[in-house]
Structure formats: C-alpha cells, structure tokens
C-alpha cells in the first residue's frame, strides 16, 4: 500500500536547526516534494528530489535516500515565520504525464523565541 | 501575474444541496487536481485532469463531480451524496513532462454545512 509518515509536531526555538523527516512505502517513485503551508494558507513548494542526496537552497536543505525510502527537511536558523505545516509528498510514475502526488499528514513546526 | 485562482473563498451548503468550487489558473498548465484537507491531516486526492475533455478519479472521489471543458478551468461540484463535506479544498495545476515541475497551488476553499 501507500503510505507516508512524518512527525506529527515539532518544537523548536529561534535562530536554532530543524530536521523534519519523512519515510515513505509506495508502488512508484518519481520524486519527492517538500511544501511549506501557513495555517488556512496554500501550500508553497520548498524543494524537490528525484536523486539521492542534499539538496540545498538558501536556508533550507532536502535529503534523499531511495534505497531506505527515506528524505528529511533541514532548515536553519530558523525565525519565527517558519512556524507552519510542512508536507512531504511522493510523485507516483509516470512523470511525465502530470504525476499523482501521494501527501503526508504534514508536520506542524512552532518555533518558539 | 500568473497563477491560480479558487472562489469562493468561504462557502456553506444546505442539506441536500450541491455546491460548485471554481477554479481557474493561466499558467498554461495542463495538468489540473482537486485536494481535500481535513484538519490535521495531509492533501488526499479528490480527481485530477491530465488534459482537456479527460478526468480520473483520485482516492476520495465519491460525491464529487469535475469538468474540464477548458484548459484554463477545472470546476468541483460537491454533491449531495457527500455526506461529510466540511473541509478545505484546494485546487492545484502543473506542468506535463517536466519531470521536477511541482504542483502550483490556489488559495482554497473551505466548505461548510449549514
């Protein structure tokens, strides 16, 4: 079957390193999405990984690793608007027809001053 | 400024009637989807349209309807055989064949019962 796991929440205070992660079990994989979403907001895409290894932009990086279906979010010195959701979705194949995403339930992260 | 549009922005429905979620983008994207999210939880795939004049069913599309009658528009019709309807509904579009284009996602909807 299909299934994504993520922390349900996460504390963390200002200024301080974060590291979300998320574990994934589905029948393809064509990628892996990471979205940042503000309460009653969208969601705004933040990384994407197809091959394993770090992805880094700005304060935020995403790991990958296929062989243990596993990716985390890393994100640094954190501020107080980085209080939100955060989503981890895998693209199902084939990719290049659109691609289902297949979400988490999302990691709700307060950062604390 | 190009991106997605949902209205409306609240909207609450009567028993026994059905409701329409709009949902317009000019991204020039052809891919389009309809998300549910409950609190709490993560997005669950209501339907999705790879192209003009086609749809699939995603994994909660009982008591929903869609159309793709235009590239631009990917309306949701909540019916009245949706028994539990209240939730936040958000409307994503990407690209086809781009391999690491994400999904673009609209302000949502949030849908209640009166």
């Known amino acids: 079957g299909q299934n994504i796991d993520q922390p349900t929440e996460m504390t963390a205070t200002e200024g301080a390193i974060v590291q979300i992660n998320c574990t994934y079990q589905t029948s393809g994989f064509n990628g892996l999405f990471w979205y940042q979403q503000h309460a009653g907001e969208a969601p705004t895409f933040l990384s994407y990984?197809?091959?394993?290894g770090l992805e880094e932009k700005g304060r935020f990086s995403s790991f990958l690793s296929r062989s243990k279906g596993y990716s985390y979010l890393l994100l640094k010195e954190l501020q107080m608007k980085d209080s939100a959701s955060y989503l981890c979705?895998?693209?199902?194949?084939?990719?290049?027809?659109?691609?289902?995403?297949?979400f988490g339930q999302g990691t709700e992260l307060s950062v604390k001053p | 400024d190009g991106g997605i549009t949902q209205s409306p922005k609240y909207l609450f429905r009567k028993e026994g009637q059905n409701v329409t979620l709009s949902c317009e983008q000019n991204?020039?994207?052809?891919?389009m989807y309809w998300y549910r999210q409950d609190p709490g939880q993560g997005l669950r795939l209501i339907y999705y349209?790879?192209?003009?004049?086609?749809?699939q069913k995603g994994d909660i599309a009982e008591g929903y309807s869609v159309s793709r009658e235009k590239k631009e528009s990917f309306p949701l019709t909540v019916t009245s055989a949706q028994k539990n309807p209240t939730a936040f509904y958000l409307c994503?579009?990407?690209?086809?064949?781009?391999?690491?284009?994400?999904?673009?996602f609209g302000d949502g909807t949030r849908l209640s019962i009166l």
């Open positions: 991204l020039n994207h052809d891919a």
């Open positions: 994503a579009s990407s690209h086809r064949g781009v391999r690491n284009q994400p999904q673009h």
């Open positions: 990984n197809v091959l394993d």
């Open positions: 979705a895998v693209r199902e194949p084939p990719w290049n027809q659109g691609g289902k995403l297949i």
């Open positions: 349209s790879q192209i003009v004049n086609d749809f």
